[in-house]
């Protein structure tokens, strides 16, 4: 029997499970680094996130859409990683269940599941918990190798907390703020630092990026112009102010930065879909971190700046577009 | 010339599957009986001039060209005629075909068979044309477009380009490739005559890069011959499509619903230009062409030189049958090829492979949410968005699919080999055009 079909008959390869997988495959060096930063506690946070998102989804699906599971593609478990990522090692397991509802049921599948949400699900489990649980969501964790089975919680401050308490008048010089004193680079390069689960290592999230751009998942647009932005106004600041808070490898290396802007903003869903619509949406979450992080009441500036232009990638898909070929008409 | 040029929107890279590139051009043969349909181009179908029961010629000719943009059909065999009606074609459909019992090979007295290579070009513009017309050739890189309408130039238009298409960007496909290591004097010979129906002196051979001998035989051949020159143009599908073929070559881009020739631009494929060859120096009607038999499933996949009419079963069963694997068998390339539902269906003047793919090659997973990953964007060669194609046409919004230029896709289908989530995004673009034509009457 001879089989009929359109044209045409060849496929690539890479089909949606596939290209899940591989951002999974991307995530795990960073997952590997918090381990071993934050011990068997970030373990169980990366765990219980996972399965409570890909709980939820399938719960959701096959008995309030009554629906075929579609969990098997992947896309769960990648918000439940990246919704552990943002967390810190210290959540309570039952605060982790309610961001995986606000990130699946609100965010996924309240707009009609994969392919329609207009904001990052993952970023708006975050953003729900960190409203709702300012404590718990930002009490820090010391990193160390040494303790991996050590759940004693020793606190600990992220690089961006401590810039944010330097006092503007005597910070020129000084690079010690308060208690404590800001890492070196190499600390927050390999991401000995603390913060979140995922945030930390910028080392191990561009393994991550490198790994998404060779199996071209996704294009280096996003990522190089978010970063870009964020370090080249920090620099601009930093030259003209020689104000510490502005030091730019410092915010190029901490925070959420290099987490929002290799796996969040890239999202398929989420962000635009040609060329110059992402690098519109990459500028203007670079602006957006550099404007909350520096001129607002939070340290941190990724998460939301992500989710306000989330909202405007219906807008930018309208206005930014190839050219058609063979026309004028930008 | 060592810059390698390409087109600068999209593209794709599928896998090449080159595996017939080293294997020579061989004779099919000739089956026992032939069917020759009488539409083999663009165009009104070809007035049948036998009946039942005539004697015909290899060359004679047995329908004539219906108006202007129609093509003259010429038997590829000798024998007797036994049916002029409706046979089931390659998509299942009744096609009015001529039915021939091969008796012989006995040719037309006019054709010269000889393997001498005629260089001098006595002939008038109006001579040559008149012989390509009367030669049955039509473009046989796929759109069967007739060549002498293609080669007339209206006053008003002045053409300073001519390109030899010899990209081939399909997947398995060598036939293109092959010819133009085999017959490579008589391709230059081809963009000479063209040259001379134009009025230009200079013809650029486009290749791509992934042909070497190709490239090598027409860089030996093009340097005795002033004004035809090789481009090497970088491996990239959709190459071989005119208007891309255009950007790639001279960076021209043709207007949206304009010719080739609204640029000064004139693109013949090279399988064509060898038939022009052979109309004009040897009047050798188009009754044979080059068919590359291949696919995974094929086990003994070759080049063969084949009379138009040959039933593809017959060329099949050469290479070594249909194996139980095979779940499709292809007519053209994987890309923009039919799946045959008749595999005794004839080769045609358009024909440029047969192909045996497994189910592993061309099984196609069902349609799943789009997850706006943009990758149809970035592989579309026009600049179009076939995911909004998609919705549009689903939801019917026909002037939306007009607004979005729905009528610029050339159906290459990049979008729908690139798509993850499996979406038939070619069957909607062509749905979607299919859609606004209709509105437009």
């Given at each position: 029997?001879?089989?009929?079909?359109?044209?045409?008959?060849?496929?690539?390869?890479?089909?949606?499970?596939?290209?899940?997988?591989?951002?999974?495959?991307?995530?795990?060096?960073?997952?590997?680094?918090?381990?071993?930063?934050?011990?068997?506690?970030?373990?169980?946070?990366?765990?219980?996130?996972?399965?409570?998102?890909?709980?939820?989804?399938?719960?959701?699906?096959?008995?309030?859409?009554?629906?075929?599971?579609?969990?098997?593609?992947?896309?769960?478990?990648?918000?439940?990683?990246?919704?552990?990522?943002?967390?810190?090692?210290?959540?309570?397991?039952?605060?982790?269940?309610?961001?995986?509802?606000?990130?699946?049921?609100?965010?996924?599948?309240?707009?009609?599941?994969?392919?329609?949400?207009?904001?990052?699900?993952?970023?708006?489990?975050?953003?729900?918990?960190?409203?709702?649980?300012?404590?718990?969501?930002?009490?820090?964790?010391?990193?160390?190798?040494?303790?991996?089975?050590?759940?004693?919680?020793?606190?600990?401050?992220?690089?961006?907390?401590?810039?944010?308490?330097?006092?503007?008048?005597?910070?020129?010089?000084?690079?010690?703020?308060?208690?404590?004193?800001?890492?070196?680079?190499?600390?927050?390069?390999?991401?000995?630092?603390?913060?979140?689960?995922?945030?930390?290592?910028?080392?191990?999230?561009?393994?991550?990026?490198?790994?998404?751009?060779?199996?071209?998942?996704?294009?280096?647009?996003?990522?190089?112009?978010?970063?870009?932005?964020?370090?080249?106004?920090?620099?601009?600041?930093?030259?003209?102010?020689?104000?510490?808070?502005?030091?730019?490898?410092?915010?190029?290396?901490?925070?959420?930065?290099?987490?929002?802007?290799?796996?969040?903003?890239?999202?398929?869903?989420?962000?635009?879909?040609?060329?110059?619509?992402?690098?519109?949406?990459?500028?203007?979450?670079?602006?957006?971190?550099?404007?909350?992080?520096?001129?607002?009441?939070?340290?941190?500036?990724?998460?939301?700046?992500?989710?306000?232009?989330?909202?405007?990638?219906?807008?930018?898909?309208?206005?930014?577009?190839?050219?058609?070929?063979?026309?004028?008409?930008? | 010339?060592?810059?390698?040029?390409?087109?600068?929107?999209?593209?794709?890279?599928?896998?090449?599957?080159?595996?017939?590139?080293?294997?020579?051009i061989t004779d099919a043969g000739l089956p026992e009986t032939v069917y020759i349909p009488v539409k083999q181009h663009?165009?009104?179908?070809?007035?049948?001039?036998?009946?039942?029961?005539?004697?015909?010629?290899?060359?004679?000719?047995?329908?004539?060209?219906?108006?202007?943009?129609?093509?003259?059909?010429?038997?590829?065999?000798?024998?007797?005629?036994?049916?002029?009606?409706?046979?089931?074609?390659?998509?299942?459909?009744?096609?009015?075909?001529?039915?021939?019992?091969?008796?012989?090979?006995?040719?037309?007295?006019?054709?010269?068979?000889?393997?001498?290579?005629?260089?001098?070009?006595?002939?008038?513009?109006?001579?040559?044309?008149?012989?390509?017309?009367?030669?049955?050739?039509?473009?046989?890189?796929?759109?069967?477009?007739?060549?002498?309408?293609?080669?007339?130039?209206?006053?008003?238009?002045?053409?300073?380009?001519?390109?030899?298409?010899?990209?081939?960007?399909?997947?398995?496909?060598?036939?293109?490739?092959?010819?133009?290591?085999?017959?490579?004097?008589?391709?230059?010979?081809?963009?000479?005559?063209?040259?001379?129906?134009l009025g230009i002196q200079n013809a650029v051979i486009a290749i791509d890069e992934n042909k070497p001998l190709a490239?090598?035989?027409?860089?030996?051949?093009?340097?005795?011959?002033?004004?035809?020159?090789?481009?090497?143009?970088?491996?990239?599908?959709?190459?071989?499509?005119?208007?891309?073929?255009?950007?790639?070559?001279?960076?021209?881009?043709?207007?949206?619903?304009?010719?080739?020739?609204?640029?000064?631009?004139?693109?013949?494929?090279?399988?064509?230009?060898?038939?022009?060859?052979?109309?004009?120096?040897?009047?050798?009607?188009?009754?044979?062409?080059?068919?590359?038999?291949?696919?995974?499933?094929?086990?003994?996949?070759?080049?063969?030189?084949?009379?138009?009419?040959?039933?593809?079963?017959?060329?099949?069963?050469?290479?070594?049958?249909?194996?139980?694997?095979?779940?499709?068998?292809?007519?053209?390339?994987?890309?923009?090829?039919?799946?045959?539902?008749?595999?005794?269906?004839?080769?045609?003047?358009?024909?440029?492979?047969?192909?045996?793919?497994?189910?592993?090659?061309?099984?196609?997973?069902?349609?799943?949410?789009?997850?706006?990953?943009?990758?149809?964007?970035?592989?579309?060669?026009?600049?179009?968005?076939?995911?909004?194609?998609?919705?549009?046409?689903?939801?019917?919004?026909?002037?939306?699919?007009?607004?979005?230029?729905?009528?610029?896709?050339?159906?290459?289908?990049?979008?729908?080999?690139?798509?993850?989530?499996?979406?038939?995004?070619?069957?909607?673009?062509?749905?979607?055009?299919?859609?606004?034509?209709?509105?437009?009457?």
């Open positions: 029997m001879l089989k009929i079909s359109t044209a045409p008959h060849l496929h690539s390869s890479a089909d949606t499970d596939t290209l899940m997988r591989g951002v999974i495959i991307a995530m795990l060096p960073a997952a590997l680094v918090a381990v071993l930063f934050f011990g068997i506690g970030a373990l169980k946070v990366i765990l219980t996130s996972v399965a409570a998102c890909v709980l939820w989804e399938y719960l959701i699906v096959r008995y309030l859409l009554r629906q075929p599971s579609t969990v098997h593609n992947g896309s769960a478990v990648i918000t439940g990683m990246l919704l552990a990522f943002n967390l810190p090692p210290t959540i309570p397991a039952w605060m982790i269940l309610i961001g995986a509802f606000m990130a699946i049921g609100v965010a996924k599948m309240a707009f009609g599941g994969l392919g329609k949400n207009l904001f990052n699900p993952a970023l708006v489990g975050r953003v729900f918990l960190f409203i709702s649980f300012p404590v718990q969501m930002t009490t820090w964790m010391k990193p160390s190798i040494r303790d991996f089975l050590n759940t004693d919680v020793q606190s600990g401050a992220t690089t961006l907390g401590i810039l944010k308490h330097i006092d503007a008048s005597s910070s020129a010089t000084s690079l010690t703020g308060g208690a404590e004193s800001l890492p070196d680079y190499g600390q927050m390069f390999v991401g000995y630092t603390g913060g979140s689960l995922g945030e930390v290592s910028a080392l191990a999230l561009l393994l991550g990026l490198a790994y998404m751009l060779y199996k071209k998942i996704i294009t280096w647009h996003i990522p190089f112009y978010y970063i870009g932005t964020v370090f080249l106004m920090t620099g601009i600041m930093w030259l003209i102010t020689g104000d510490i808070r502005y030091e730019p490898l410092t915010h190029l290396l901490s925070g959420g930065l290099m987490l929002g802007a290799i796996f969040m903003a890239t999202d398929y869903v989420t962000s635009p879909m040609s060329v110059n619509g992402k690098i519109v949406f990459a500028v203007g979450c670079g602006i957006l971190t550099f404007v909350i992080r520096l001129y607002s009441a939070y340290p941190e500036g990724v998460s939301f700046a992500i989710l306000i232009m989330n909202a405007f990638v219906p807008l930018i898909d309208k206005f930014y577009y190839p050219r058609v070929f063979g026309t004028g008409r930008k | 010339m060592t810059n390698k040029k390409t087109f600068s929107i999209g593209g794709i890279h599928p896998d090449k599957y080159k595996i017939t590139s080293d294997c020579p663009i165009g009104s179908p070809a007035k049948i001039l036998v009946k039942k029961g005539d004697k015909v010629k290899v060359g004679t000719l047995l329908a004539d060209a219906d108006g202007i943009v129609s093509s003259d059909v010429h038997s590829s065999v000798s024998g007797e005629v036994t049916k002029v009606e409706e046979v089931e074609g390659e998509f299942g459909y009744l096609e009015s075909m001529i039915t021939i019992k091969v008796e012989g090979d006995e040719f037309e007295p006019s054709i010269d068979r000889s393997d001498d290579i005629v260089k001098e070009i006595p002939f008038t513009h109006d001579e040559i044309i008149e012989k390509i017309r009367s030669a049955g050739v039509v473009g046989m890189g796929g759109a069967g477009y007739p060549t002498p309408v293609k080669t007339s130039v209206p006053d008003n238009k002045k053409i300073d380009c001519l390109i030899l298409n010899g990209i081939e960007c399909e997947p398995f496909l060598t036939a293109d490739d092959r010819l133009m290591v085999e017959k490579a004097e008589q391709i230059v010979i081809g963009a000479k005559i063209i040259n001379k129906i490239i090598e035989t027409l860089t030996q051949i093009t340097k005795r011959y002033i004004g035809v020159n090789v481009q090497i143009c970088k491996t990239k599908y959709p190459q071989g499509g005119e208007r891309q073929l255009i950007k790639a070559v001279t960076g021209r881009e043709v207007p949206s619903g304009r010719l080739p020739m609204d640029v000064g631009c004139i693109v013949q494929n090279v399988g064509t230009v060898f038939a022009i060859y052979e109309a004009v120096m040897k009047n050798k009607p188009l009754f044979e062409r080059i068919v590359t038999v291949s696919g995974d499933e094929c086990k003994n996949p070759q080049n063969f030189r084949v009379r138009i009419g040959t039933p593809a079963s017959w060329l099949i069963e050469k290479c070594g049958g249909i194996s139980d694997d095979t779940a499709q068998i292809i007519f053209g390339g994987p890309m923009m090829g039919t799946s045959a539902v008749n595999v005794n269906a004839p080769i045609t003047k358009l024909t440029s492979g047969i192909l045996l793919l497994s189910d592993r090659l061309s099984h196609k997973e069902p349609e799943q949410d789009c997850i706006r990953c943009g990758k149809c964007v970035d592989a579309c060669p026009v600049g179009l968005r076939p995911f909004l194609i998609a919705r549009y046409t689903k939801e019917n919004m026909i002037a939306e699919l007009r607004d979005i230029n729905v009528l610029d896709c050339i159906e290459c289908g990049s979008c729908a080999y690139i798509c993850p989530a499996r979406i038939p995004l070619l069957d909607y673009c062509k749905l979607g055009k299919m859609e606004v034509k209709k509105t437009k009457k």
